[in-house]
């Protein structure tokens, strides 16, 4: 961590983070690209994430997805999701971009959150979108929308679709007019979302990666930092406002 970065947050005043699998691996979210385990360890997330893989078979889809929801619903938010809290308590214009589905953001104390790909928690109807409020995992599976009797699927974002109408509008006008931009935890490699970081480096804001490993941003950013987020970001918290 530079000094240079500590003061040009602290005096920062519109800040935009955007997240990826990698803030959650600490809570013990497996990444999106990590390998899948048990049962799911023959398919690729990238092959199961797609409306063609749920017309297909929507049973394995369906029960994939009721797979990760529990296993969300049993982790806690880490010190890289609250680190996050504290800087929107702290800048005056402070966006969450995220690219996660996992809920944790909200369950760590995020308020201003742009979820770019839905949310896991959340279920609709595939045919015409009709929110779930419950459904039964017993009987039918995907059940049953009450409302048009279609079938029922996760509220995420997959491959070949759309994003969430005006999100990634709200998220490109944030990065072209952020101080910082922080990048944590994404391989930068889905798209539109990893187009964010590249927009704000065109109007010169200062961009700012954390990520074990390197990635197709590392070598455009002002700083990248090789590490894990829920130990770097609570440092860099402290650093600018608790000392
Ligand atoms: C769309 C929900 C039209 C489902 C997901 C160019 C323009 C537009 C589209 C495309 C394009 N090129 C290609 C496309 C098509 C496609 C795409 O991007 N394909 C990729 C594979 C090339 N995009 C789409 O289909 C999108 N729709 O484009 O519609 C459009 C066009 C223009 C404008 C608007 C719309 C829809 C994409 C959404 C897909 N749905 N998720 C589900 O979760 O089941 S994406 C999925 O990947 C997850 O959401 C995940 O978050 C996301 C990105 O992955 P990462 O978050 O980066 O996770 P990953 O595992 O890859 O990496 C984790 C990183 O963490 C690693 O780098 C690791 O080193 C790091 N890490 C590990 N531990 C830690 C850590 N970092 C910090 N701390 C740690 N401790």
Redesign the pocket.
Known sequence: MTAELVERLRSARRVIALT????S??SGVP????AQTGLWAKYR??DL?TPEAFARDPRLVWEW?AWRRERVQNVVPNP?HFALVEMERRIPEFTLVT???DDLHRRAGSKRIIEL??N?TRVKCFENNHLAAHWGEQGQIPPRCAECGGLLRPD????????PAGA?EQALAASETCDMFLS??????????A?LPFAALERGATVVE????A?SLTPRAHHSFRA???EFLPALVSAVWLR
């Open positions: 990826g699998a990698g803030i691996a600490e990444t999106f690209r990590d997330p990238e994430a997805y890289g690219q996660n589905v790909h839905g896991i995420v974002v997959w491959f070949g679709e759309n994003l990634f944590i935890g994404t391989s930068s490699l889905v798209y539109p979302a187009s954390v990520n074990p490993n990635t894990p987020s829920g």
